[in-house]
């Protein structure tokens, strides 16, 4: 007996027992793969061009987002203290004071001035520092990379470079090559390569060795990083 396409067509649909029928119409394309997009590091800036560190405006905070911080150090305690920061035209002006009561053989007063948005950057591919220093009471400032163990901070066993420096702002381009651990660091130094790849500060610092009474003041403006 012959059934009618029509009844074919019925009889499937009771019986449950039928493939599905096929039509002419072309089949529905594979779906297309959706792109995922890469995410980037967590918590480090990216590397980019030519960058502004900082630019000074007011003495707590950069305009970038970098938060200013000071402080000093003797090996006696004492022998090392500092005014509140203040700002002149585009400079930040610390100003501060050694005694010599203590006999410390060494000491200092510094700031740091932090990445911006208070992020650390990855500045590996960067070739110079740039910044604009001076001071009245110094012939070399202490300009150290900072990056983000604290230990390590402490010690002052992060790269730095003593540069030369003026009584009249000037800005001083220093190759990032030069800088390294000072040498009572040993094993604990950091060298500028690691350093760079998490970079969270940039330290400048009058110090003495042996620690005299004298005063301090100098002046530090608009950093930044070159290729």
């Known amino acids: 007996m012959k059934f009618s396409p029509f009844l074919a067509a019925a009889a499937c649909a009771l019986l449950g027992a039928c493939a599905p029928f096929r039509t002419d119409a072309p089949a529905a394309p ?14 480090v800036q990216a590397e980019s061009a030519d960058r502004s560190w900082a630019t000074i405006k007011n003495p707590s905070r950069t305009p970038e987002g970098g ?11 004492g022998d090392a203290s500092m005014s509140p920061l203040a700002v002149q035209g585009d400079l930040l002006v610390v100003t501060g004071q050694f005694f010599g009561k203590g ?10 001035i932090g990445a911006p948005r208070a992020m650390p950057v990855k500045a590996g591919s960067y070739k110079v520092l ?16 900072v990056g983000p163990d604290e230990a390590t901070q402490r010690l002052g066993c992060y790269p730095m470079v003593m540069q030369a420096v003026k009584p009249e702002v000037a800005e001083y381009r220093i190759a990032l090559d030069r800088f390294a651990p000072d040498g009572y660091c040993g094993t604990k130094g950091v ?31 608009a950093i930044g990083l070159l290729r």
């Open 67 to 77: 938060p200013i911080a000071t402080f000093t150090f003797s090996e006696k305690q």
């Open 191 to 221: 060298a500028a390569k690691p350093t760079l790849e998490n970079l969270t500060g940039i330290e400048v610092t009058e110090v003495a060795a042996p620690v005299r009474d004298r005063a301090v003041s100098f002046g530090v403006g």
């Open 103 to 112: 006999a410390s053989q060494w000491g200092g007063v510094g700031v740091n």
């Open 30 to 43: 594979p779906p297309r793969p959706m792109a995922v997009p890469t995410a980037s590091p967590v918590g």
């Open 130 to 145: 740039t910044i604009r220093l001076s001071s009245t009471t110094s012939t070399r400032l202490r300009v150290r990379l």
